[in-house]
């Protein structure tokens, strides 16, 4: 199978190379895998028992899964060779979908760009499709380390941004979080089988996402950049975040400089007042300075997410990127929570949003800014589709 082949039917990557741990320690075959997410336990009023969905990868010990799913309870290396993951490689190199995937394949099915298609593509010059099939056992096993890991190492952050909740981050509990739910989840920090298995093969790690809940505020992140740096890996892993950058500690400057690479994707949905207002505790100033410290360090670029209330402040946050001389990505429109999305503006508010958008396309097409352009245009068919989940895109990794 060449990979245009692959890109073209069921196939992604992500299964062969890849292990998603979710703040609610869930494992996923990448981090939109809908077998992962269970978000809606937590709207209950009592603790409800915690069932894993049967197409699940597995869960971690110490998360709250563990309890109701005695039989699923496993370690990342168990969880990469787990009955689902393997299900799910045959399935794809048998050329059908897997049900899970079906947040790509909506897409795709709709023409617009998949995460599956993007991931693919990214790995196309250093994996070799064929190689993966040939390495596939008959049962679907691999006998890897899976190289790219994202591992949600809890929800604690600074935040409450309007759009985003409970348990992502929390910033939210006391406002959303049920009773018998604590604020903080982190179900790895004390994950003792997780740190053995890290440090064992620490050597075969080649590339972190990091997210959270706020990844400068998780010690189960700054604990794997010294696991590697001690083990002297670090210069083998490229690392990509996603952060609020409201905090940044300078002693993390020394332990990036040992990485690969590090690429910042700093969440920023406004400038001054509309930044303020969506990312709801944070404070400007601190961001621009954190920004400008860490951009000395590190590529950075700003992580937009397009929603209701910073339609009509991209144009001043378009300009800010092209004042401080940054990359912006604006590509992770908001879909949910309804009532932030672009879609449910009023029918005249989006008649004049697409005129600013459309403005806004012509300035960045006039500078070669092809991305944002691009993103944008991809915005305005999203706020005018029949069917808005068609161009809406995840985001970064
Ligand atoms: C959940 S945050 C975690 C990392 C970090 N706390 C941050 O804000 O960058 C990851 C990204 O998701 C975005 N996000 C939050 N809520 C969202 C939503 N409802 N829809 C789409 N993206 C969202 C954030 O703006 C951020 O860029
Ligand atoms: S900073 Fe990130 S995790 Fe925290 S509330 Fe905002 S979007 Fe959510």
Redesign the pocket.
């Known amino acids: 199978m060449t990979n245009g082949e692959a890109a073209a039917g069921s196939m992604c990557v992500l299964p062969w190379i890849h292990l998603c741990a979710s703040i609610d320690g869930v494992y996923g075959r990448c981090c939109v895998d809908d077998a992962m997410y269970h978000n809606e336990l937590y709207e209950q009023q009592d603790e409800p028992e915690f069932t894993l969905k049967e197409d699940a990868i597995g869960c971690s010990p110490r998360s709250r899964y563990a309890r109701d799913n005695p039989d699923r309870v496993m370690g990342v290396e168990e969880a990469f060779n787990s009955p689902n993951m393997k299900r799910t490689r045959l399935a794809m190199l048998a050329g059908e979908r897997v049900a899970a995937c079906s947040y790509c394949y909506h897409r795709e099915d709709r023409g617009a760009l998949s995460y599956r298609q993007e991931i693919n593509e990214r790995f196309r010059d250093t994996v070799d499709f064929d190689a993966l099939a040939a390495r596939t056992a008959a049962d679907g096993t691999v006998e890897d380390f899976p190289f790219f890991l994202d591992i949600r190492f809890g929800n604690t952050?600074s935040?409450r941004?309007v759009?985003?909740t409970y348990p992502?981050?929390s910033g939210w509990g006391a406002k959303k979080r049920p009773p018998w739910s604590s604020a903080v989840i982190d179900p790895y920090r004390d994950d003792e089988e997780l740190w053995k298995t890290l440090r064992e093969n620490a050597h075969l790690i080649r590339r972190l996402y990091f997210?959270?809940?706020?990844?400068f505020m998780q010690p189960g992140h700054f604990a794997l950049l010294d696991l590697l740096v001690e083990t002297g890996n670090a210069g083998n892993v490229d690392i990509v975040y996603?952060?609020?950058l409201t905090v940044l500690p300078e002693s993390v400057f020394p332990k990036f400089r040992h990485f690969k690479s590090v690429g910042i994707?700093a969440?920023c949905?406004g400038v001054g007042e509309v930044f303020e207002k969506i990312r709801t505790g944070a404070d400007w100033e601190t961001f621009v300075g954190n920004v400008r410290r860490a951009k000395t360090e590190v590529k950075l670029w700003l992580?937009v997410?397009p929603q209701r209330d910073n339609v009509w402040g991209l144009r001043d946050l378009l300009a800010f990127a092209r004042d401080e001389g940054l990359d912006i990505d604006l590509a992770?429109v908001?879909?949910?929570?309804a009532d932030?999305s672009v879609t449910n503006l009023p029918e005249a508010e989006k008649a004049a949003a697409t005129d600013e958008l459309t403005s806004l396309v012509e300035w960045c097409a006039g500078l070669g800014w092809d991305k944002p352009a691009e993103d944008l245009r991809a915005l305005r068919t999203f706020m005018n589709a029949a069917d808005p989940t068609v161009l809406a895109h995840e985001?970064t990794v």
């Not at 997210?211 to 990844?215: K, V």
């Not at 908001?334 to 929570?337: K, S």
Request: proline share 7%.
């Open positions: 952050c935040l941004c759009m985003c992502v981050s997210a959270g809940g706020e990844p996603n952060s609020n994707g969440s949905d992580q997410a992770n908001v879909q949910w929570p932030f985001g």
